[in-house]
C-alpha cells in the first residue's frame, strides 16, 4: 500500500467507513466470495446489478458460476480454479450470462484476502470487457 493510502486507513480510524464509501459507490462490479471449494456469493454491490441483472440478495450464497453457460471459455475457468488452488489473482476475459440471458464478456480480477497465509475471502472486480 502506498503510504498515503496506509495514512487515510491507518490515522483516521476509519477504514471500515472509507471502504464501505468505495465499494459501494465505485462504477465497478464487486463480488465478494467465501475461501471454501465451492466460492459462495457473501456480498455484491449495486454495480453488480447494474451488469448482470442479478439482485444482490438473489445470488446470496450460490457460486458465480452461475454467470457461465454454452459459450463460456472452459480455458479461461480452469486457469482461474489454478490460481484459485495456488491462492493466487487471476485476471481473465469469459462469455457470462446476464439472469435475463443476454450474453456479454466479462472482463474480472480475482484476488485473495489472506489473513496470515490462509485465504479467507476472494473478492473480484468485474466489468463489461467489451471494448469499442
Ligand atoms: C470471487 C470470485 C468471482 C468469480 N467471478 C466469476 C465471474 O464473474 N464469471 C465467471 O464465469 N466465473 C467467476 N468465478 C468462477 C466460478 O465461481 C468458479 O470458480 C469456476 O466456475 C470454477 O469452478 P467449476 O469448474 O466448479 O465451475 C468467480 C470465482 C470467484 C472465487
Not at 491507518?10 to 476509519?14: A, N, P, R
Given at each position: 500500500m502506498t503510504i498515503l493510502l496506509k495514512k487515510v486507513f491507518?490515522?483516521?480510524?476509519?477504514s471500515l467507513n472509507v471502504l464501505q464509501v468505495l465499494v459501494t459507490n465505485t462504477y465497478d462490479s464487486i463480488l465478494i466470495t467465501d475461501a471454501t471449494k465451492d466460492a459462495k456469493i457473501i456480498y455484491a454491490n449495486k454495480a453488480f446489478k447494474k451488469l448482470t441483472g442479478y439482485d444482490p440478495s438473489e445470488v446470496m450464497g450460490k457460486s458465480p458460476r452461475i454467470l457461465q453457460g454454452a459459450a463460456t471459455d472452459r480455458k479461461v475457468i480452469a486457469r482461474l480454479t489454478d490460481s484459485l488452488k495456488r491462492g493466487g489473482r487471476f485476471e481473465g476475459k469469459a462469455v457470462n450470462y446476464k439472469k435475463n440471458g443476454t450474453p456479454f464478456i466479462m472482463h474480472w480480477r480475482v484476488l485473495p484476502v489472506k489473513v496470515g497465509n490462509q485465504v479467507k475471502f476472494w473478492v473480484a472486480i468485474q466489468r463489461d470487457g467489451f471494448v469499442i
Open positions: 491507518q490515522d483516521t480510524g476509519i
